[in-house]
């Protein structure tokens, strides 16, 4: 099978100022994806090992069960310990993790220190909550702050999470309610569309009528609807 590299152009090229090639993170891009393709457990070793591990794999990759395939198999490592924790012991706690500017032009910034605290916060309500490992959290949010917090805090606790699309409609998020068996909903009074606020909580609050599994509605104020 043949590759091509090659970028469909549909309009002007514009390349990045020296500068900004010289502090990318990612400078050959050509040359990584060739290897990636020729060399794929190689390549993904060497990348896996930019992660903190509580155990390293046994395995790369595990393929004898086509066409299951399993990677980094006996591995253990977590999303938060990688994302948040292994930066609160160095000086990067105090560096951005997160700029934030909404529709309306309000604009947030977390340190990881910061985002570390309010993940640990939040990860203690779902808990409160009721939260056990092996649930499954179902997220109805706009794109604000409070959705990544969420998504962090219910990998930090060990629960999974079903993000649904703040556009979807009341069928919509009650089927996927319904397929998770979410105990826990979190949502919003809204967010921000093409200048105008979206009623997420109303939405959410017909389709958790219709959904008889959810004991638990969080919401965040964000538009004050």
């Known amino acids: 099978m043949e590759h091509s590299f090659e970028p469909a152009i549909t309009g002007p090229l514009y ?3 020296k500068s900004v090639v010289k502090r990318a993170r990612i400078k050959d891009y050509k040359r990584l994806y060739e290897e990636s393709v020729t060399d794929r457990e190689g390549f993904w070793a060497r990348e896996a090992k930019n992660l903190f591990w509580y155990r390293k794999w046994d395995r790369v990759l595990d393929d004898s069960k086509k066409p299951f395939y399993q990677w980094f198999t006996g591995g253990k490592t977590n999303v938060v310990a990688n994302a948040i924790d292994r930066h609160l012991t160095t000086e990067t706690k105090n560096k951005l993790a997160l700029i934030w500017e909404g529709e309306p032009g309000d604009s947030r910034t977390f340190s990881y220190f910061a985002l570390n605290r ?3 916060k939040f ?5 409160a909550m009721g939260a056990r490992k092996g649930d ?7 794109q604000i702050p409070e959705i990544i917090i969420a998504m962090l805090a219910c990998a930090k606790i060990g629960t999974a999470h079903s993000v649904v699309y703040g556009g979807f409609s009341v069928e919509a998020l ?4 319904a397929d998770a068996h979410s105990r826990i909903l979190i949502t919003a009074d809204g967010g921000f569309r093409r200048g105008k606020p979206t009623h997420l909580k109303t939405i959410a609050d017909e389709a958790m009528r219709r959904s008889p599994t959810i004991d638990v509605c969080i919401t965040v104020k964000r538009t004050g609807e």
């Not at 990860?123 to 808990?127: D, E, F």
């Not at 499954?136 to 706009?142: E, F, L, V």
């Not at 009650?174 to 309610?177: F, M, N, S």
């Open 136 to 142: 499954i959290i179902t997220i109805y949010m706009p």
């Open 123 to 127: 990860a203690n309500v779902l808990k």
């Open 15 to 17: 390349h990045p100022d």
């Open 118 to 120: 309010e993940v640990s």
């Open 174 to 177: 009650a089927e996927r309610i």
